[in-house]
């Protein structure tokens, strides 16, 4: 298991931007692959972007292709979601993890406790 720590969620507009912030106190997310997935009231859990240990390779889910952008700094062990032109389909709980044995980001104890996306029409 990993602590990981989400912040940047909040209430914004429609059009708007935020930035999510995930980072593992006591632990280098560098050894891990990373993903930002989200979940909304009565839907299933859904991958929103992932990327590489390296950071050269990263995959979106369909939703956010062209909006949201993955990325990571090793220095600041600290991994991102930028989402921009945000509308009301994105509101939910944006969780971060990391791949663990599982190899599909699925693990309980590599997913941390979620920030919440309220995007208002």
């Known amino acids: 298991q990993i602590e990981l720590v989400e912040s940047g969620g909040g209430l914004v507009q429609g059009g708007g931007s935020l930035r999510l912030s995930c980072t593992g106190p006591?632990?280098?997310?560098?050894?891990?692959?990373m993903g930002w997935f989200r979940q909304a009231p009565g839907k299933e859990r859904e991958l929103v972007a992932t990327?590489?240990?390296?950071?050269?390779?990263?995959r979106y889910g369909d939703s956010v292709k062209g909006r949201f952008t993955i990325s990571r700094d090793h220095n600041k062990n600290t991994v991102y979601l930028q989402m921009n032109r945000l509308n009301a389909e994105d509101t939910a709980v944006y969780y971060c993890?990391?791949?663990?044995?599982?190899?599909?980001?699925?693990?309980?104890?590599?997913r941390g406790q979620g920030t919440q996306v309220t995007v208002s029409s």
């Open positions: 990327i590489s240990r390296s950071g050269g390779s990263t």
């Open positions: 006591g632990r280098q997310l560098s050894r891990y692959a």
């Open positions: 993890a990391a791949d663990g044995p599982s190899g599909d980001f699925s693990d309980p104890g590599y």
